[in-house]
């Protein structure tokens, strides 16, 4: 059983266009992030979010945590072609420093 | 600086054969872990370590063993390989403490095939 859903799983737009990613469960985290992986590297933290409610921005990436905190989302506006990769979300319970991690929805931005 | 250093980078392994997957990081950091990455899988947790001389299980330990030594290294053992651990690993590290508590960083993966 996947303890976080990410949806939609791949993605391909044109340059410009917006996109949203969600990250679920059922379960309460204390904590999540958003990772961005490219082809033949390791993850890097984009965001972590740690109260139900927050709001992040970065650049053109805006974060969200559910209010219960099961849940979160990453709006992406006017996609350009660098934003093309793997992004994962994971989440922490109370007290672990241990990750779950989603399967990740897979983006790719065309010119 | 350097970050968290994995190698080797690539490995061919016949069924049956050992062999240790390295990584050191320079951070100081407390908690070290090992994650394999497989399609449609996503990322899974090994092994980790919350401090040196500790190591715990992690979704998926079987067939792999780890020890922690000293804070900077926390290498990943294959005891018998098999085709099912034909995969990308990755090791991580972050710090156990403070406002950066949890925030993994990783290195850039090794790719283990096994014949």
């Known amino acids: 059983t996947q303890l976080l859903e990410q949806s939609p799983q791949f993605l391909s737009i044109q340059e410009g266009e917006n996109l949203t990613v969600y990250c679920n469960s059922s379960?309460?985290?204390?904590?999540l992030q958003w990772y961005r992986q490219e082809p033949g590297e390791g993850p890097v933290l984009l965001v972590t979010?740690?109260?139900?409610?927050e709001v992040k921005k970065l650049k053109r990436l805006t974060f969200q945590f559910g209010d219960a905190r099961k849940d979160s989302s990453l709006h992406i506006t006017a996609a350009q072609p660098g934003d093309t990769g793997l992004y994962l979300c994971?989440?922490?319970?109370?007290?672990?420093?241990?990750?779950?991690f989603g399967k990740g929805m897979k983006l790719t931005v065309n010119p | 600086n350097a970050g968290v250093t994995q190698t080797p980078k690539f490995q061919v392994l016949k069924t049956g054969q050992s062999m240790t997957l390295q990584c050191a990081q320079d951070?100081?950091?407390?908690?070290m872990s090992w994650y394999r990455q497989d399609p449609g899988m996503g990322l899974r947790l090994i092994h980790y370590?919350?401090?040196?001389?500790?190591?715990d299980q992690g979704e998926v330990p079987n067939g792999y063993n780890v020890s922690r030594s000293t804070t900077e290294d926390f290498p990943l053992r294959l005891l018998s390989a098999a085709p099912s651990q034909t995969s990308v690993y990755f090791c991580?590290?972050?710090?156990?403490?403070?406002?950066?508590?949890?925030?993994?960083?990783f290195g850039e993966g090794s790719r283990l095939t096994v014949l």
């Open positions: 379960s309460v985290f204390s904590s």
């Open positions: 370590s919350v401090g040196a001389g500790i190591t």
């Open positions: 994971a989440g922490a319970k109370g007290g672990s420093e241990k990750l779950v």
């Open positions: 979010v740690v109260t139900g409610g």
């Open positions: 991580a590290s972050s710090y156990s403490a403070g406002e950066r508590a949890g925030e993994l960083f």
């Open positions: 951070m100081n950091h407390e908690y």
